[in-house]
């Protein structure tokens, strides 16, 4: 017997996932739909892990589950994907269908959600409250991008950084952030972070995001995004990241969109551009990227 308590020959009271005369050992593995994890590292404590893939997680706050895939190995293990992108081309301005900008990160029950398809395309895992949950009980965050994968791990990816979320003071909402609606000083806050560059570029870096949105936008608006940026101010001109572009990018008017307002990009409501993107996504130090861009939590 193992894990219930003897009440008679061959009869066993038995705790909950336990059956059986002897309470045999049926207890569904952690990280199953079943038995969902609230993250990547529990699985990995309790001796569930069966290497990087799919599993079912349903972070603190949570009423439901979502699957997801989640890296075992690189720094560490335990990353949990969040959001996906592809930047099809770069250039100022650019609305190319085939970009594909990372999803507003609080979209509820997440977008278009293929984290083993997600080649060419872009999604935002299927929780409940987007990836809030998920960013708020975390301690680091990746952004990894380049190349194109349909699935796997952080490792596929060109251009990985680390970025350490201990020191944000505020709760993470992923509230549209664009110039005109939370770039402005008091609406949102700027925080410092801490980002290392794990693959692609060397090196550690102070940048700065607002806090509560773990984004940045540019003074005009376009681009607005998640990721970092070298400036102390809610929004301004920048090119240095890690930056990828989301598609809530420019609600202020112009050519592309006459008349725009801060709500009116999807997924947040119907009357976006999903293509939109500009200058591409960014590295630690550098700009016109282009390729799958993701977000992790650990």
Same mark, same amino acid.
């Given at each position: 017997m193992n894990g219930g308590t003897c009440i008679g020959e061959n009869l066993c009271k038995c705790p909950p996932r336990y059956t059986g005369a002897r309470c045999a050992i049926l207890k569904k593995p952690m990280g199953t739909k079943e038995n969902p994890a609230p993250n990547a590292q529990a699985i990995l404590d309790a001796g569930d892990s069966k290497g990087s893939g799919m599993y079912w997680i349903q972070p603190p706050g949570e009423t439901a589950p979502a699957q #997801?895939?989640?890296d075992m190995s690189f720094a560490g293990g335990a990353w949990m994907l969040a959001s996906y992108g592809y930047v099809y081309t770069s250039? $100022? %301005? $650019?609305?190319d269908k085939h970009n594909k900008a990372i999803p507003n990160m609080n979209n509820p029950f997440g977008y278009a959600w293929l984290p083993t398809q997600r080649? %060419? =395309? %872009?999604?935002l895992i299927n929780l409940p409250h987007g990836a809030v949950q998920m960013a708020n009980h975390a301690s680091y965050m990746i952004m990894a991008a380049g190349n194109n994968p349909a699935t796997g791990g952080i490792n596929q990816y060109t251009y990985v950084y680390r970025i350490y979320l201990g020191n944000n003071p505020y709760n993470i909402t992923f509230a549209n952030h664009n110039r005109y609606n939370?770039?402005? &000083?008091?609406?949102?806050h700027v925080v410092d972070f801490v980002v290392e560059a794990l693959k692609g570029e060397s090196g550690t870096f102070v940048r700065y995001a607002?806090?509560?949105a773990l984004g940045v936008t540019w003074s005009d608006s376009y681009p607005t995004g998640y990721g970092f940026n070298d400036k102390t101010t809610p929004s301004a001109t920048f090119n240095r990241g890690p930056f990828f572009p989301s598609v809530h990018s420019g609600?202020? =008017? =112009?050519s592309l969109c006459p008349g725009c307002t &801060? #709500? %009116?990009y999807q997924p947040d409501v119907v009357g976006g551009n999903l293509h939109y993107t500009h200058h591409g996504w960014y590295t630690a130090n550098g700009v016109y990227k282009t390729g799958q861009t993701s977000i992790w939590f650990k």
């Open positions: #997801t895939y989640c250039a $100022t %301005n $650019t609305a080649g %060419n =395309s %872009n999604g939370g770039g402005q &000083p008091g609406r949102m607002l806090g509560e609600s202020g =008017s =112009s &801060p #709500t %009116n």
